[in-house]
């Protein structure tokens, strides 16, 4: 992205030609909204005098004043490459603020905003990098998504095996001709399963990608008849998406992660760092972690993590050490999934880290391998939560939760992911009953 004046956007929408321009925000669970004005309004949108009803958008339903106003990032100005080439389309990412000036702190954006400036605050700049994975499947004859491919291609393979490498390489492009640097791409280990990795970079700047990323992935998806899913377990049978997210430190332009007297090459701030990973992680389950199918992913035997523990190659453990030199080193938190709010996410890791730094938090003892269930116990070495409910207990109780995303968001929060767990519990009762009747 850009670093651009508000009389540069208005130029550049001249000179592109642009006709459309979405104002777009996030809402608590990281679903993007907009709206769309005329390249006539554009000025008094960039003079922040748009205002959205905010009456039904989660996360801010219930606001005294329902009004808020769109404070568009001019940095995030960018054209939409699969819009129309005449008369186009742009996009301009927004933070939302009350009718009064000030922010509105239940945010995601500026949650993780403050965060990102309580590190600055201490010297540290943490950039991040998520391996984003999905999954393409085909439609119905109506055009209703299925969780049905005729593909067979596992890890790395390629056309014919890989029925998506097409649609994939689409998506490459259009990212690239929005400004974004794709470091790789490639089928993964289910049929239909890829991954789209971005470089590494601020976490603000990352957090605005993945929201865009997604976007533009489900939207090339559907031009190439398919439908694209960040659900992370829709197939019981195979591997599950994850959202797995590199973490570098810096302090003074240094990588403060490396410390090649090591005899992991860490430094005493990157145990400490993991240390607060592993302290904090079953709070922040429900945000890394934020549906009842993101449970179905966290258990043994498909690639997940399930323990916590820390290691360089065990498949169980939550956080492995990635890229193995002083001068790229980075911690990879490996629970994450991509239908969590990117912005959140970003937010409770960071602030994890760092309180693990400030209160010097030492992790338990690496693992190469899997602990069996007394192993863990006499080793005092927990599990990830095993379903949404669980999650949901150990997030109200978190007073440390409540200081990073504010207490009012909690209470929220926590409330609408109550109510999708008491669903999910009524639909299975339902089934269960039906069954029995059924036996009878």
């Avoid at 205002?51 to 004043?65: L, N, P, T």
């Avoid at 991040?128 to 890890?155: M, Q, R, S, W």
């Avoid at 391998?369 to 005092?380: L, P, T």
Wanted: charged share 25%.
């Amino acid at each position: 992205m850009g670093n651009y004046t508000r009389e540069e956007v208005l130029q550049m929408a001249e000179d592109e030609d642009v006709e459309f321009i979405r104002l777009q925000f996030t809402d608590m669970f990281g679903t993007l909204k907009n709206i769309a004005i005329t390249a006539r309004e554009l000025p008094r949108a960039l003079d922040n005098e748009y205002v959205v009803d905010s009456s039904y958008i989660a996360g801010i339903a219930g606001e005294k004043e329902p009004d808020m106003y769109l404070h568009p990032d001019y940095n995030t100005f960018t054209i939409l490459p699969w819009r129309p080439q005449q008369g186009k389309v742009a996009r301009l990412l927004c933070d939302i603020y009350r009718s009064d000036g000030t922010p509105l702190e239940k945010s995601p954006r500026y949650i993780l905003k403050q965060v990102v400036e309580m590190a600055a605050k201490e010297g540290y700049v943490c950039e991040v990098d998520p391996e984003c994975e999905f999954f393409l499947f085909h439609t119905d004859d109506n055009g209703i998504p299925t969780t049905l491919t005729h593909e067979k291609a596992g890890y790395l393979d390629i056309s014919p095996l890989d029925l998506g490498e097409n649609a994939r390489r689409d998506m490459v492009l259009n990212l690239e001709d929005m400004g974004y640097e794709i470091e790789s791409s490639h089928h993964e280990t289910a049929p239909a399963q890829h991954e789209i990795d971005f470089k590494f970079t601020g976490a603000n700047e990352m957090a605005d990608c993945v929201m865009t990323f997604k976007m533009a992935v489900r939207t090339i998806a559907k031009r190439h008849g398919l439908h694209a899913t960040f659900m992370p377990k829709p197939r019981a049978e195979v591997n599950g998406s994850g959202m797995h997210i590199h973490f570098a430190l810096y302090k003074d332009g240094k990588n403060i992660f490396a410390d090649p007297d090591d005899v992991n090459g860490l430094s005493e701030d990157a145990y400490h760092f993991i240390g607060g990973l592993l302290a904090h992680s079953e709070e922040m389950a429900a945000i890394t972690n934020p549906l009842v199918n993101s449970y179905k992913r966290l258990v043994p035997g498909y690639d997940a993590p399930t323990e916590l523990t820390w290691t360089k190659n065990n498949q169980n453990s939550l956080i492995r050490i990635s890229n193995l030199r002083s001068d790229s080193l980075a911690i990879e938190l490996r629970s994450p999934d991509a239908s969590a709010n990117p912005y959140l996410v970003f937010a409770v890791c960071i602030a994890a880290g760092l309180d693990g730094i400030q209160q010097k938090l030492y992790p338990t003892k690496a693992s190469d391998r899997s602990f069996s269930e007394s192993d863990q116990k006499a080793m005092n070495i927990g599990n990830l939560p095993l379903n949404l409910d669980d999650a949901l207990t150990h997030f109200e109780n978190s007073t440390w939760i409540q200081s990073v995303l504010g207490k009012k968001f909690c209470e929220e929060y926590a409330a609408a992911k109550k109510e999708e767990w008491l669903n999910y519990m009524r639909q299975v009762s339902e089934w269960e009953i039906s069954q029995y009747l059924y036996k009878i």
